[in-house]
């Protein structure tokens, strides 16, 4: 690649090509590689005034999805999985430079038959001791890493509703107690008669009771709004009110200091959230969060096209850079190996049946991300050569997330995120060991390809490990770091292009 005088950004886009075409997702990829074009721009000598960052979410680190793993996996094995991982992440950071905001599943505290929520998985003795034991050990762990900069730990709030934050009635609501609007204080919980302050007359002013609130920048007079009462339970309770945007935002804030946590945002540098399905919540939320001290939220890649946040933003011309409220929308995709919320498989089961219930194998890596660039390459490969057509897998699964990461830190300016499921697919017996035990040129360990066993795959190390050799050899041009270095980045970038 001897672009000596001239350089240039490929543009050709590839809309669902073979290894990127993802169920639920529309992900457009460049079609010249990332890898190949930054390397050749850094071997004929071009260096970028500052790299682009690459930073990672880790949704719920902490989580029990079922006491009955697939494939043969017990629960001491999920739980010492998780634990040998985090233990792992936690030390990767330290060596690179990587922070990873950890999205801690908040919204159950007052909920205790949610055993998936952190809280309980402290703290509900209904829970077995050993898995608990495991959660303490993790959660201190997770402590010790915000102190030290490498977990940056914010809410992710999974009780509201998902996507979620609409006209629909919630019933099932208890707030938190103390605080500005938690109980026993009777507090607004649903608007009256709103009017703009600015115009409203002098007698309507006078008027009692109304309570003011501002939204857009400008102050409402709320007249005779709907009251909380002393209680806990609200019920049933709307989401599209100013009122229960700043009672939720204190709920998950009280939730994570009973945890430990000095707030819901991962500290006064982060100041970031990364909320269950990147759900802002309309423009009462993203105020709310602001108040709180938040300056940063998660968002989807696709930002432009999705109608839940291009309908509240404060209009810039490039959507890389809309905001709501004062609240960057941070743009981030995530690189599970399954995404419907299920255990990943590993990277490929030949099986014709789930657990005897007759239904497809869609959960290994080659389906749900549809490597195979020709129907039947990998799994017909698979009768012949097992080892073969893992290794096949494994290096497109590989490729395939590297090159989304890249593009999510260089063209979105945006981040990749993870959750728990994405490395389920482990070898018990040693969590944390690379497929590739000398690096890019070593020698593969032996993929298990036994029908109803998984591959034993890590995706967490594979992931990082990848990265970080690419990383060394991209050096001038990207960089591990945290959400507030990606800030920083964006702003950088936003003010060369005024």
């Known amino acids: 690649m001897r672009y000596r005088n001239r350089y240039f950004l490929p543009v050709v886009q590839a809309q669902g090509s073979a290894n990127y075409a993802r169920p639920l997702y529309d992900y ?32 719920h680190p902490v989580e029990a999805r079922t006491t009955t793993p697939p494939l043969g996996l017990t629960e001491t094995n999920l739980w010492e999985g998780y ?25 159950y505290r007052y909920f205790p038959g949610m055993q998936s929520g952190h809280w309980n998985l402290l703290h509900n003795t209904a829970i077995p001791a050993s898995v608990r034991e495991r959660a303490w050990w993790m959660h201190q762990l997770l402590l010790r890493g915000q102190a030290e900069g490498v977990f940056l730990c914010t809410s992710h709030d999974h009780k509201t509703p998902p996507g979620s934050f609409n006209m629909a009635n919630q019933t099932d609501w208890i707030r938190h107690t103390g605080g500005e609007f938690g109980a026993p204080r009777s507090v607004p919980v649903e608007h009256g008669k709103v009017i703009l302050h600015e115009v409203a007359p002098e007698w309507i002013k006078q008027q009692q009771p109304h309570y003011a609130f501002t939204c857009n920048d400008l102050i409402y007079l709320d007249f005779s709004p709907r009251m909380s009462g002393a209680g806990q339970a609200i019920n049933p309770i709307r989401h599209n009110s100013h009122w229960f945007a700043k009672m939720w935002v204190e709920f998950q804030m009280e939730e994570m200091r009973a945890l430990g946590f000095s707030d819901c945002y991962g500290g006064e540098k982060c100041r970031y959230i990364n909320p269950a399905h990147n759900a802002l919540g309309g423009i009462h939320f993203a105020r709310a969060y602001y108040e709180a001290g938040v300056r940063a939220h998660r968002c989807t890649s696709v930002i432009a096209e999705d109608r839940s946040f291009s309908r509240i933003h404060t209009y810039r011309a490039d959507p890389r850079f809309w905001e709501c409220e004062g609240i960057a929308l941070i743009p981030s995709y995530p690189i599970d190996p399954v995404f419907s919320g299920a255990y990943s498989y590993g990277l490929f089961d030949p099986r014709t049946r789930d657990n005897g219930t007759g239904s497809p194998i869609s959960q290994c890596v080659v389906s749900h991300w549809a490597l195979e660039l020709t129907p039947g390459e990998i799994s017909m490969l698979y009768i012949s050569n097992p080892q073969a057509a893992l290794q ?83 050096r001038h041009f990207v960089r591990f770091g945290s959400i507030a270095d990606v800030r920083e980045w964006r702003e950088r970038v936003e003010t060369s292009l005024r």
């Open 28 to 59: 457009s990829t460049s079609l010249v590689g990332l890898v190949p074009f930054l390397y050749g721009l850094q071997r004929v000598g071009v260096r970028p005034r500052y790299p682009a960052v690459l930073t990672l979410d880790l949704d």
């Open 83 to 107: 634990r040998e991982t985090l233990w792992y992440l936690y030390k990767f950071c330290h060596a690179t430079g990587l922070a990873v905001q950890m999205g801690i599943r908040t919204g």
């Open 392 to 474: 096949k897998a494994y290096r497109r699964y590989v490729g395939s997330i590297t090159d989304v990461w890249l593009s999510l830190a260089l063209r979105h300016l945006g981040l990749t995120y993870i959750h728990p499921r994405a490395y389920i697919a482990l070898d018990p017996r040693a969590p944390t060991a690379p497929a590739l035990a000398n690096g890019w040129y070593g020698a593969y360990r032996q993929f298990e390809s036994q029908d109803g066993v998984m591959n034993h795959f890590n995706q967490v190390v594979e992931q990082l490990e990848n990265m970080a050799r690419l990383a060394r050899t991209l």
